[in-house]
């Protein structure tokens, strides 16, 4: 009987099938679970970005003679205070200045309503009305109930805060005793398996912090240069702006990009177009200067991840997780880079290491 044999093509195309259906499947559990619990994976996230960016400050102060309790609460409290006091600072900046900018987006309305009127448009009174009524009534047609909201925006909050005292706690206790949770950590793996996980986790723990630091480093330059650029302008809310902006840096390449495109908004409802020019050209020389010289410099081999890697990776973020995902995805893709360049080398060592003559005579002597 003629036996039937599976053409080599096919049989290779199967073994791959087969294993990467194996991890498409994992990693669809993976996102789910991550989604499921992201009440308390963002948060730890958030805590892990917060320790890689402060961890030194607290091993700094132990070694200066202070106990890593009372260093760890110092670094904390510092955290907080720079937090809290930035988001005053941007408060009373929008308090004092959102008066004016309000009353310029109004005169910008009736700019644009005499344009209409005297331009090539030539609308008439009515039209123009027409028009603001049908997007009222647009507005007002989506619109939900008013008890609905406000639960909506209590539930929010109420999140928020969870996540915020999650974050804050986990960074305090990552930052007090990481190396013994990490140690429970290696120890659930098999005996064998050990060495190369805590290898692979200090690979990828050094990857962030370095990508943490350099990235804070980037997001300050952005940060300082476009307000820099505002307030030489004169354009107001260059604080708030400039908060904007280091938290958007956070999101490489388009992070700043789009909160740079909020300072030229801002700047051409408050001063017109041209300052607006001004300050889009403020924007792009600042990216310049990141995309060609802060990031290849700072971020060096060891994150050394491909532009369209990053923009792979803030898609895949944003469509699990929102901004929150975007935040996230970068420096988990630089540790992901990292853990796989090292398991390569160390898989490559090993090869190369020379066999022992097993079963070999002795040589004469």
């Not at 390449?253 to 740079?260: E, K, Q, R, T, V």
């Not at 408050?270 to 300052?275: D, E, I, L, N």
């Not at 898609?315 to 995805?329: D, E, K, R, S």
Request: overall charge negative.
């Amino acid at each position: 009987m003629e036996r039937y044999q599976v053409p080599p093509g096919v049989e290779i195309a199967t073994a791959w099938a087969w294993r990467l259906l194996v991890i498409a499947a994992a990693g669809g559990v993976g996102i789910f679970l991550l989604r499921y619990f992201s009440e308390i994976t963002v948060p730890l996230a958030v805590a892990l970005l917060g320790t890689a960016l402060t961890i030194n400050a607290v091993n700094w102060l132990e070694r200066k003679g202070l106990p890593r309790v009372l260093a760890t609460f110092v670094v904390v409290i510092v955290m907080l205070v720079s937090f809290f006091g930035a988001l005053a600072l941007v408060g009373q900046q929008l308090s004092t200045q959102v008066t004016d900018l309000r009353d310029n987006v109004v005169q910008g309305i009736t700019q644009v309503q005499d344009w209409a009127k005297t331009g090539p448009l030539k609308l008439t009174d009515s039209q123009i009305q027409g028009y603001i009524d049908t997007a009222k009534e647009s507005i007002q047609s989506s619109d939900t109930s008013v008890v609905t909201r406000v639960g909506e925006l209590g539930s929010t909050l109420t999140h928020v805060l969870a996540g915020f005292f999650i974050a804050l706690f986990s960074a305090f206790f990552f930052l007090y005793e990481g190396q013994r949770i990490w140690g429970w950590i290696v120890a659930l793996f098999p005996r064998a398996a050990r060495e190369r996980v805590d290898s692979s986790g200090h690979t990828a723990w050094a990857s962030l912090v370095a990508f943490v630091r350099a990235t804070v480093i980037v997001a300050f330059t952005d940060a300082v240069g476009i307000a820099l650029g505002a307030w030489v302008l004169g354009v107001p809310l260059t604080f708030a702006i400039g908060v904007l902006v280091f938290l958007g840096a956070f999101i490489p390449i388009i992070g700043a990009l789009l909160s740079g495109m909020v300072a030229v908004l801002v700047a051409l409802v408050a001063q017109g177009p041209v300052t607006a020019l001004f300050m889009l050209l403020v924007v792009v020389g600042i990216q310049q200067l990141e995309s060609h010289v802060l990031q290849p410099f700072l971020m060096g081999r060891l994150v050394a991840v491909h532009p369209l890697a990053i923009i792979i990776a803030i898609a895949a973020g944003v469509t699990v997780a929102g901004v929150v995902g975007a935040l996230i995805a970068v420096p988990l893709a630089a540790c992901l880079n990292g853990v796989v360049r090292h398991l390569v080398s160390v898989a490559q060592d090993y090869q190369d290491e020379p066999e022992d003559d097993v079963g070999l005579e002795p040589e004469p002597a």
